[in-house]
């Protein structure tokens, strides 16, 4: 039995300063308001405006692929790339992410079809993916978990060898590589998410990328209601723009993404040595052979499930607003609990009892590691 979540604004009292897992990273006030005062200067917020074709122009370069598709959100992009993609049936997805992943599937009538991830990377199982193929299956969406690239070759020629689409969820991967290649260029798409906890934020907002310009030309159509003219509807699109305000965030944003990813390794490294004391937690460490953007401090409680809220109730109780993502799994809420599974989750399982989500980032100073670190080593004590 898990320990039920107090309500964060019942646990602390005003002195205790709340930690938050994903605090939004702004960049500087007067960059943004510049390109405010641009928007009232052209009465220009949305539908495709020059914020946001300069904000698809920066990204794409960063990103290094040919097409940047700006969206409203990464769950819409998610969607856009799905069905621009033509995936019908069923597509197969790791359980252990955002459900996010498998409703973007759901609301375009695909089944969600749910494989296993690895141990140590929690990112989906080359093995577990092709066991879960079936002749209804068009297609693969890897997620990039934390930020560490998918097992993108294995999973590229299981797509190949069975004729599916590979796509990939890359919500946390902004800005990290995988064979020391930017994330964007693999697969047919990628898509990210800019919400406002991301390592880059536009407030809402995310993007599919992608070096295929035949299907960016479908995405930006579906993403403007199917609209190819004034009165010319090709598509039952969707209302998935971004709008010049969001853009506008981005690019003030982009001016500090390098001090954030500094911000953010550094107290990944706190934590690290923080947490190298404590008897039964351990840091998931990202591939140190590849940039990653430090965005996420994800802790593996070895106890298991009821150790892991036992701490997380500690935790909150002290105003350290820690997070369990992705528990209990997709393929356990109410909502796809009643799908059938094609192969056994066990690694998915022991890993969603297990995980613990720190609140990091540049704002997180050392003392503020160690009164999390000390809480953790507390309730464990306490068991
Ligand atoms: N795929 C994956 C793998 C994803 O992780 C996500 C999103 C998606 C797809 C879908 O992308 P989007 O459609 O969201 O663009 C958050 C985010 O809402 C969600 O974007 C994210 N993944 C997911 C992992 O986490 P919650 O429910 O944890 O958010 P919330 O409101 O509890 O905020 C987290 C913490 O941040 C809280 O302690 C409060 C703090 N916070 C939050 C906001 C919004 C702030 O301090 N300021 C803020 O403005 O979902």
């Not at 769950?75 to 252990?96: D, H, K, M, N, Q």
């Not at 960016?216 to 971004?242: C, E, I």
């Not at 796809?336 to 297990?354: F, M, Q």
């Amino acid at each position: 039995m898990s320990t039920p979540r107090p309500d964060p604004d019942s646990v602390t009292g005003p002195s205790v300063e709340r930690l938050h897992v994903g605090r939004p990273n702004l960049g500087p006030r007067d960059v943004f308001d510049s390109y405010v005062d641009r928007i009232y200067a052209t009465n220009w917020l949305t539908n495709d405006g020059p914020i946001v074709h300069e904000l698809e122009t920066a990204i794409a370069n960063r990103v290094g692929v040919r097409n940047c598709v700006a969206m409203s959100n990464g769950t819409v992009a998610l969607e856009i790339a799905v069905r621009a993609l033509g995936l019908t049936g069923e597509v197969i997805v790791p359980s252990f992410t955002f459900v996010a992943t498998a409703h973007a599937l759901s609301w375009q009538g695909v089944t969600p079809v749910f494989a296993d991830i690895d141990e140590a990377t929690h990112c989906l199982d080359p093995q577990s993916v092709e066991a879960a193929i079936s002749p209804e299956t068009t297609g693969i969406i890897g997620v990039h978990t934390w930020g560490r690239a998918s097992p993108i070759e294995k999973l590229q020629n299981i797509a190949d060898r069975h004729g599916l689409a590979l796509m990939f969820d890359a919500a946390h991967a902004f800005d990290c590589t995988y064979g020391g290649h930017t994330i964007g260029g693999f697969g047919r798409a990628e898509v990210f998410s800019f919400h406002a906890t991301k390592f880059f934020n536009t407030f809402e907002g995310g993007a599919i990328v992608t070096n295929d310009d035949d299907l960016a030309a479908r995405a930006r159509l579906m993403r403007n209601f199917g609209f190819a003219g004034y009165d010319n509807v090709v598509y039952a699109g969707t209302n998935g723009k971004m709008t010049e305000i969001s853009a506008a965030m981005g690019m003030t944003n982009l001016t500090v993404l390098e001090d954030i990813k500094i911000g953010n390794a550094r107290t990944h490294d706190a934590y690290a040595a923080a947490l190298d004391k404590v008897a039964g937690v351990s840091l998931v460490v990202p591939d140190l052979a590849e940039r990653n953007n430090f965005q996420y401090v994800v802790g593996v409680v070895d106890a298991g499930a009821e150790v892991r809220d036992r701490i997380l109730s500690a935790l909150h109780s002290r105003g350290v607003l820690a997070r369990r993502y992705f528990w209990p799994g997709v393929h356990r809420m109410p909502v796809y609990a009643s799908s059938a599974l094609r192969v056994p989750l066990p690694v998915t399982e022991h890993i969603a009892d297990r995980v613990l989500v720190l609140p990091g980032g540049p704002s997180i100073a050392a003392r503020e590691v160690d009164r999390v670190t000390n809480a953790i080593e507390e309730a464990i004590n306490a068991v």
